[in-house]
């Protein structure tokens, strides 16, 4: 069965430092990638998605991802953090194109940001 | 609106009652989805709508939960004699299409269900 692991399940951060959240995937072929994000009190929002081409994608608000089919992952990073990127990072697989919206999320990656 | 709302958006209620959740997507959204999201685990998919019909409702735990959608607008979910383990947040989601375009979904701040 298709699964998304976010091995990191909480990291801290200094404003100013870089990140990367890491996403493994389990799938025969190349699925759609995503990363969300959730802030307190918002809904899910879509940083950036893979589905072909340039396996580097950039995102809104200065996040990028990679996309490695040798390694099955799909890491998020940024260069400089700022204090309200602190949130829950998910990162989510949508199988098949003719699937919808039916996406398999990772269990989140909680991102605390220290001053 | 301007985006997804959802109502109520904390629900209490004991053990074997009858619970509905509302949704309401962005205007113009074609599909509406419903997610269900325990503590510390990521969002499981539940059901999808395309209009008014249900395209999956594959991963609807069992036979107490229900959703309808019946002018393809705003949806209600239905759980029937709740069960403690049904706690969650229920979040419900919206796209222009199916989604399959471009993957993106455009997510409400969810229904925090508790069953005490």
């Known amino acids: 069965a298709q699964s998304v692991t976010q091995p990191d399940i909480h990291i801290t951060v200094s404003e100013g430092a870089s990140l990367e959240l890491r996403c493994n995937y389990s799938?025969?072929?190349?699925?759609?990638l995503f990363w969300y994000v959730q802030s307190p009190g918002q809904g899910l929002q879509l940083l950036l998605k893979?589905?072909?081409?340039?396996?580097l994608v950039q995102g809104i608000k200065g996040f990028e991802a990679e996309f490695k089919r040798s390694q099955s992952s799909f890491n998020l990073r940024k260069p400089s953090v700022h204090w309200s990127d602190a949130a829950e990072y998910f990162c989510?697989?949508?199988?098949?194109?003719?699937?919808?919206?039916?996406?398999?999320f990772g269990q989140g990656t909680e991102l605390s940001v220290k001053p | 609106g301007a985006g997804v709302s959802q109502t109520p958006s904390n629900k209490v209620t004991e053990k074997g009652k009858y619970v509905e959740l509302r949704c309401d997507p962005i205007?113009?959204?074609?599909?509406l989805y419903w997610y269900r999201q325990s503590l510390g685990q990521g969002p499981e998919f539940l059901i999808y709508?395309?209009?008014?019909?249900?395209?999956?409702d594959s991963g609807l735990p069992n036979d107490r939960f229900f959703a309808v959608r019946p002018e393809g607008s705003v949806s209600t979910l239905k759980i029937q004699r709740t069960e403690r383990g049904d706690s969650a947040v229920y979040l419900c989601?919206?796209?222009?299409?199916?989604?399959?375009?471009?993957?993106?979904?455009?997510f409400g701040e969810g229904s925090r269900l508790t069953v005490l």
């Open positions: 989601a919206s796209s222009p299409n199916g989604g399959a375009n471009t993957g993106e979904l455009f």
């Open positions: 205007s113009g959204h074609t599909a």
């Open positions: 893979y589905f072909s081409g340039d396996t």
């Open positions: 799938y025969g072929a190349t699925p759609y």
């Open positions: 709508f395309q209009g008014t019909g249900a395209a999956d």
């Open positions: 989510a697989v949508l199988p098949s194109y003719n699937q919808g919206g039916k996406l398999i």
